[in-house]
Every structure is written in structure tokens, then in C-alpha cells.
């Protein structure tokens, strides 16, 4: 019995980032087989990353992350850019978080919320190694980065 417990703990089921693909007849679910259900939480959802276009994708990860843990210091946006660019990534983040004032949530809310419990999946590409799903606890610098590992890392912590 003692041995029946502590292997049901280990089966613990980890979220995962799973990709989305245009493939014909490809279905989000079948992608992961931990058998969490899964969200897509890429562009147009109120999840997608508002910055896309207005940066280089780190720059506007760091920008989603900054958003999505419920804070905005305009200083994440680089000095050298003019009036007009920091504006576009104001008004960005400020209808981004509009978005969930719908729901009378934060966006880190909403992720606690909504998104535990569930595998998330978006368009970015994972790697050879991941192509079943990256944990979420899992680092990886062959997967493309992604708003949706800041997104599982916001759900998944206590
Ligand atoms: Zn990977
Ligand atoms: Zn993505």
C-alpha cells in the first residue's frame, strides 16, 4: 500500500507548452497526452502578447511579463525609443490589462484563474526535444520563447 501512494505522487501532472500547428486535421488535443486540457493562448486571445511587432521578441517578452505580473515600468522600454514607439507599447499594455478589466481581473488573475490546470499552447516553435510538450519547469533555449511559459510559470506558482 505505502508503495501505491508514493507512486501516485510522482504522477502528478505536469502543464505543458504545446504548439499549435496549421497541419491538416491537427488537433491541439492530441499533442500532449498528460491529458490536461488545453488552451491556446496566442493572438487574437486576450492572453496573446499585445507588444507583437513593436520590438524584437525579447523585448517584448520582457514587456508581456512586465504586463502580466501586474506591474509597468515605463523603463523596460528602451531610452532610444521615440515618443511615438513608447506610446504604441503604452497604449498596447494598457488595453491588454483593458481586457481583463472586462472580467474584473488582472491578467495575473485571470492566469491563476482560467489557465492552472491546463496545458497552454500557442504557435511558437518547441524543439525536436519538446515537440510532445515542454514542461512547464523546463528551460529550454532550442524552444522559441514564448508568452506562454510566463503565463505557466504564473498559474503554476502557489
Ligand atoms: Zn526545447
Ligand atoms: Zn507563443
Known amino acids: 500500500m505505502a508503495v501505491r501512494v508514493a507512486e501516485r505522487k510522482q504522477q502528478v501532472t505536469t502543464p505543458m507548452r504545446v504548439q499549435r500547428k496549421r ?12 491529458g490536461l486540457p488545453t488552451v491556446y493562448v496566442g ?9 507583437n511587432g513593436l520590438g524584437t521578441v525579447e523585448l517584448t517578452l520582457v514587456w508581456y511579463r512586465e504586463v502580466v505580473s501586474g506591474g509597468w ?10 515618443d511615438w514607439q ?7 499594455q494598457h488595453n491588454f490589462v483593458a481586457g481583463f478589466r472586462e472580467w474584473n481581473m488582472t491578467p495575473q488573475d485571470a492566469a491563476r484563474t482560467y489557465l492552472r490546470g491546463h496545458d497552454l499552447a500557442c504557435w511558437c516553435a518547441l524543439c525536436p526535444a519538446h515537440t510532445d510538450g515542454k514542461p512547464f ?9 514564448c508568452n506562454a511559459d510566463f503565463l505557466l510559470a504564473i498559474c503554476n506558482s502557489s
Open 43 to 51: 493572438r487574437p486571445t486576450k492572453y496573446g502578447n499585445p507588444f
Open 23 to 34: 497541419t491538416k486535421g491537427f488537433k491541439l488535443q492530441a499533442v500532449c497526452s498528460n
Open 86 to 92: 513608447y506610446r504604441l507599447v503604452y497604449e498596447a
Open 73 to 82: 515600468n515605463p523603463k523596460v522600454v528602451p531610452d532610444y525609443y521615440a
Open 137 to 145: 519547469d523546463v528551460e529550454c533555449a532550442d524552444c522559441a520563447p
